[in-house]
């Protein structure tokens, strides 16, 4: 092993000289040298580079521990690395920044979601290449009771060979045989899981554990020195599922070559129950890196292969359910066709964001007059959603009642909002919207009154902002100025006058700097695409967001109605 060493580390320090002569930093290990390193080293080990500050090589055995890919891992420096992975990392980082000649540790590291700890030493081979090398010893308070119960054995077998000494060979043979055994435990039980078991090169079973014979439903006895080709069952087959039939190819002893692994298979016990587990594999090796067994270790995962089942299946039905909501609420809310018969063109763009939305609009004929509502209530989920088809609902039967008075239709909508929201009242109408229009286009007029949100009316190059109480600041169409009391605002129109009213949807989208969309970019948008007809000026808008989010999430749901007189 030292030769080993001798040579990989010379050859190492050739290599990085000429990197420096090159003018370099990048570097990477030849096959040639890595497959010495791996047959050197079978346990977790990283080749360090100081002059580079680099992760050079990592032994298969640390990315099996660490559930870390290589390409994962040479993006970390070795400080990177010391601090991801090593709790309280300070002494193992003193060692590598003064680069000590050897430094034994024994840490906590932080693998696969567990904590383990792992004793192992830093070295410092020459001043370029240093070896940084740990074991897994988290299990050694369980190894060490049973390490207790051996010796005790021991030494009351070295009580009967003082008192028997024509028996001493065979009790030193037995020494030895349960020496071994402790020795294929320990590497056994160095893996945290439950059902454990360990095959020779051949598929011969050397060794199975308390937990999978009891599993299982073999005995020991019964299946120690039996090549697995012989029982079948619980881990001689790596079935993919329950519909998976055994075959040669399916022979765990033909997937020997890519282990280690760990990988989810359908097992049965003996009596042909069938079971999800996770299996892993992993090669045990000699000091010299020959592979002499096969460590496997079996956890049964059926609880959470169902729970999972069960909720892909929910989940499932959730999805129908929100799609069929969904459905009914755009039947309920109807068409932007309404608006086009009063209209010269008018265009809607109502976009969820869950499926189904809180915000609403009603379309409503008035006489010869379009009655127009448009409300965000609070939230975008189905709690909202039906919170707004029970609004629309009330107010059109409102509307039936009192005709196009806005101010009374407002006033009983609110009533009757709190009366059913009263245990939420405060919370709800915190949030809720509600913009009311009536356009008589006989005498080319609107009606509106709004709260907390604007109707914008676009003249030519200009954009007027029409606001009632608790509005957005802004300046009204007919005075300049923000109206004190709640009450409706009459307009007049002119041919070609476009009206926008909308909820907070589009002006409260967020890009990744988490910026808000806002009035003023969209007002912006709005007069430089005046030009363009209404439904493409809506899809240029609808673009627009898009490229501002830039791939984040719809923010709110979104409702904008466009018209033109």
């Known amino acids: ?82 601090q991801q992975f090593f709790e309280t990392p300070e002494p193992l980082l003193e060692a590598y920044k003064g680069w000590v000649m050897q430094k034994e540790f024994t840490l906590r590291l932080r693998a696969k979601d567990l904590m383990h700890y792992v004793m192992g030493v830093f070295m410092a081979m020459s001043p370029e290449v240093g070896l940084l090398i740990f074991q897994d010893v988290s299990e050694i308070e369980s190894l060490r009771q049973e390490m207790a119960q051996y010796a005790e054995e021991l030494r009351q077998q070295n009580d009967m060979l003082q008192k028997f000494s024509s028996e001493k060979e065979e009790l030193l043979a037995r020494l030895k045989e349960q020496t071994e055994k402790l020795r294929l435990v320990a590497t056994a039980t160095s893996y945290s899981n439950m059902m454990k078991f360990i095959l020779d090169p051949e598929g011969k079973i050397v060794w199975v554990n308390k937990m999978f014979e009891q599993a299982s439903g073999w005995k020991a006895e019964e299946l120690i020195g039996k090549n697995v080709r012989e029982i079948g069952g619980s881990f001689a087959h790596l079935l993919r599922n329950p519909d998976m039939k ?212 676009m003249r030519g190059a200009e954009m007027y902002s029409l606001v009632s109480r608790r509005g957005e600041e802004g300046e009204t169409f007919a005075e300049g100025a923000p109206l004190e009391e709640l009450e409706p605002q009459r307009i007049p129109l002119k041919t070609g006058d476009r009206l926008y009213i909308f909820s907070d949807g589009v002006t409260c989208q967020l890009n990744k700097e988490g910026n808000r969309y806002s009035s003023s970019r969209l007002k912006e948008f709005l007069l430089s695409y005046a030009t363009l007809s209404l439904k493409e000026q809506i899809e240029m808008l609808q673009q627009n967001l898009r490229h501002w989010a830039m791939g984040q999430p719809q923010t709110d749901d979104i409702l904008l109605i466009a018209m033109q007189v």
């Open 1 to 82: 092993m030292h030769l080993h060493m001798a040579s990989f580390i010379s050859n190492l320090l050739t290599i990085l000289q000429k990197r420096e002569q090159l003018g370099t930093e990048e570097f990477s290990l030849p096959a040639e040298i890595a497959h010495q390193m791996a047959s050197t080293f079978p346990v977790p080990v990283l080749v360090l580079s100081k002059p580079h500050n680099r992760i050079i090589w990592a032994s298969p055995g640390t990315m099996l521990l660490l559930g870390i890919s290589a390409k994962d891992l040479k993006k970390l420096s070795p400080t990177e690395f010391i």
């Open 246 to 457: 055994p075959s040669e190819g399916t022979l765990i002893t033909n997937h020997f070559e890519r282990a280690p692994f760990t990988e989810e298979i359908y097992a049965y016990d003996r009596e042909g129950r069938g079971f999800w587990m996770m299996l892993t594999l992993a090669p045990v090796t000699d000091e010299s890196g020959k592979t002499t067994h096969y460590l496997g270790a079996l956890l049964n995962i059926t609880q959470r292969k169902e729970r999972e089942l069960r909720l892909r299946e929910y989940q499932s039905e959730i999805e129908r359910s929100l799609q069929y909501a969904s459905r009914m609420q755009q039947k309920v809310l109807g068409s932007i066709q309404v608006v086009r018969r009063f209209f010269a063109n008018a265009e809607l763009w109502y976009q969820p964001q869950q499926k189904v939305s809180g915000d609403f609009y009603v379309f409503e004929e008035v006489g010869e007059r379009l009655m127009i509502a448009v409300g965000d209530s609070a939230g975008h989920n189905i709690s909202a959603s039906l919170a707004s088809l029970y609004t629309v609902a009330y107010l059109r039967t409102l509307v039936g009642k009192l005709g196009g008075d806005l101010k009374q239709l407002y006033q009983a909508l609110i009533e009757e909002v709190r009366e059913t929201f009263q245990n939420e009242e405060e919370k709800w109408m915190e949030k809720f919207d509600l913009s009311l229009l009536l356009y008589d286009p006989a005498k080319k007029e609107i009606n509106y009154l709004g709260m907390r949100r604007p109707l914008w009316v």
